[in-house]
């Protein structure tokens, strides 16, 4: 099936892009609940997945919201307020959905999936009350499964609208728009979806087009029409293939002189996200200056925690990354391997 929009002077020039931590929640989820992992998003999966099970988020609000394959309630991803808001921003616009949108989203579940489980009749039941006990299962599946790997899937979410952008500057918006992916075409006036399930009409779209790029989306694009709000059209983005590949840790013997061995071999250790104790394993450093090197690097922006059940994970931010990509890129003749030692833990640097 093919869906066609016809777009007006106004829905082009109402068109834009937002990076939306919800598209990439819904998505993960169902990611992780598939029994098959996937070739991509494979070493993401095998860390996240028994955290998952462990906080018991395979069984709980989501589980049953969003379902393996098929429809998930649009309630759950409402219009970004700007180009990038916050997880709380959007967890705010679920808890503000009216009940009959809230209805309305499950009916539809129910038609497809044949019912709904006892925590959605719940939800049904009582929309305003029970809401907030499903934002609060997504902000707890986005610490363990998201959050520190956000500066990461940020990263690339943030690449991939800088390329449309230039996109639109040097061939327009129909290069734009033919380019997002091969299920989307562009021409004389009109948007065409392949393989939509269901056609598309005026009066069921509302005005303007969002474009949201997704890390885990895919293989196909997904779209959302909850009128008045502007559709949205959530992508693959470029450049999922080296999301998880392994950094190079090239130049970190230069890094080393200015961070102190320690937190310079923290830092390359944290290339997945860890707590103190699987640091302190990996690297022969005692818990204790795990600990206190891991607080001097966050204070410098450089690590950021993350609570997943009853472990702390650290992480490295986009400023971390940035440090480690300009140490690699530094002229060193001779770089030596850094090594892990267990004296002394350079507490100070």
Not at 130 to 154: F, M
Not at 165 to 175: D, L, S
Not at 188 to 214: C, K, N, V, Y
Not at 275 to 295: C, F, H, I, K
Request: aromatic share 6%.
């Amino acid at each position: 099936m093919v869906a066609e929009l016809v777009f007006s002077v106004r829905d082009l020039a109402q068109m834009r892009f937002a990076v939306s931590p919800m598209w990439e929640v819904g998505p993960s989820f169902r990611l992780l609940s598939c029994g098959s992992g996937h070739p991509v998003h494979r070493p993401w999966i095998e860390q996240v997945r028994p955290r998952l099970t462990a906080a018991g988020l395979d069984r709980g609000w989501l589980a049953e919201l969003i379902p393996p394959s098929g429809y998930v309630p649009d309630f759950l991803n409402p219009t970004p307020s700007g180009p990038a808001p916050a997880l709380a921003a959007e967890l705010d616009g679920i808890l503000a959905a009216r009940a009959e949108r809230v209805r309305h989203d499950l009916d539809r579940l129910r038609c497809e999936q044949g019912g709904l489980g006892p925590r959605s009749q719940a939800l049904y039941d009582q929309p305003q009350t029970r809401l907030a006990r499903v934002t609060e299962e997504i902000q707890r599946y986005w610490d363990i499964a998201l959050a520190p790997y956000w500066a990461r899937i940020r990263a690339v979410l943030d690449a991939d609208v800088s390329h449309r952008a230039r996109q639109v500057a040097e061939g327009g918006t129909a290069r734009l728009l033919n380019d997002l992916h091969a299920s989307v075409r562009w021409g004389d006036d009109t948007l065409q979806l392949l393989r939509r399930p269901e056609a598309l009409s005026r009066h069921r779209a509302g005005q303007g087009l969002l474009l949201i790029p997704s890390v885990f989306t895919g293989p196909g694009p997904f779209t959302r029409v909850a009128p008045p709000d502007p559709r949205q059209l959530a992508y693959p983005a470029r450049g999922i293939g080296s999301l998880w590949q392994q950094r190079s840790t090239a130049g970190t013997a230069a890094l080393a002189a200015v961070l102190g061995r320690a937190r310079t071999l923290l830092l390359t250790e944290l290339e997945n996200p860890a707590s103190t104790t699987e640091l302190a394993r990996r690297t022969g450093l005692s818990p204790a200056g795990v600990s206190q090197n891991l607080t001097a690097l966050r204070g410098a922006g450089l690590v950021s925690a993350h609570r997943a059940g009853r472990s702390v994970l650290y992480a490295r931010t986009s400023v971390a990354e940035s440090v480690l990509g300009a140490a690699a890129c530094a002229l060193v003749p001779h770089p030596s391997p850094l090594k892990p030692q267990r004296e002394p833990d350079e507490a100070a640097g």
